[in-house]
């Protein structure tokens, strides 16, 4: 059974980076063939996809969050990380990570996510 | 972008009733690419369909999937008490990756 545990802060001022973990058991990050997700979902409202990454290629982000958002992987440790900058109150929610499966045939979809992490932006 | 839209915004129905769940798209999406997801409240969303109609491991049948082209469904055939909860639809696409419906709401009438 895979299953991912997000670590990290959960308040954190504005205009600082938040740096959240995502540590992966049941399945091998480094010989996966899977990419590894970050999606948040502000209070009250819905699933807003940050980016991803692939252990051997590079990550792939949402063009709004872009110039903001570095996700990386560490194979050794069975993490992986977002670092998010220049924060703001905007960027208050709960922040998931999770498993993207799948491929062109039988399409692309997040089968196991972790249990999500309240991240609040204050002062 | 493909933008989704899920219609109705809340479905407010009895247990053993049937749901009918609609997701439209901006554009039209591969049937492949689109999927659904249950989400209690305090709990992370849960995978159910895949390829609009392909069931994740050990979602019941009673939750089926079809569509394509812009208008896809997600049908819950008789509600059980577990069922009421927030429904999205995703589609994959080349950018911005994924994007998510804003969510039908299935509450106890």
């Known amino acids: 059974q895979v299953q991912l545990q997000v670590s990290g802060p959960r308040l954190v001022k504005p205009s600082q980076t938040l740096s959240l973990t995502c540590t992966v058991s049941?399945?091998?990050?480094?010989?996966?063939?899977?990419?590894w997700t970050w999606i948040r979902q502000p209070a009250g409202q819905g699933l807003e996809w940050i980016g991803r990454?692939?252990?051997?290629?590079?990550?792939d982000y949402n063009p709004s969050l872009k110039s903001r958002v570095t996700i990386s992987v560490d194979t050794s440790k069975n993490q992986f990380s977002l670092n998010l900058s220049s924060l703001t109150a905007a960027d208050t929610a709960v922040y998931y990570c999770?498993?993207?499966?799948?491929?062109?045939?039988?399409?692309?979809?997040?089968?196991?996510w972790g249990q999500g992490t309240l991240v609040t932006v204050s002062s | 972008e493909i933008v989704l839209t899920q219609s109705p915004g809340t479905l407010s129905l009895s247990p053993g009733e049937r749901a009918t769940l609609s997701c439209r798209a901006s554009?039209?999406?591969?049937?492949?690419?689109l999927a659904w997801y249950q989400q209690r409240p305090g709990q992370a969303p849960r995978l159910l369909l895949y390829?609009?109609?392909s069931r994740a491991t050990d979602i019941p049948d009673r939750f089926s999937g079809s569509g394509s082209g812009t208008d896809f469904t997600l049908t819950i055939s008789r509600l059980e008490p577990e069922d009421f909860a927030v429904y999205y639809c995703?589609?994959?696409?080349?950018?911005?990756?994924?994007?998510f419906g804003p969510g039908t709401k299935v509450d106890i009438k």
């Open positions: 999770a498993r993207e499966a799948g491929d062109f045939w039988s399409g692309y979809y997040l089968d196991y």
């Open positions: 049941g399945d091998s990050i480094s010989s996966s063939n899977d990419y």
């Open positions: 990454i692939y252990t051997s290629g590079s990550p």
């Open positions: 554009q039209s999406v591969s049937s492949r690419y």
């Open positions: 390829g609009a109609s």
């Open positions: 995703q589609q994959y696409g080349s950018s911005p990756g994924f994007t």
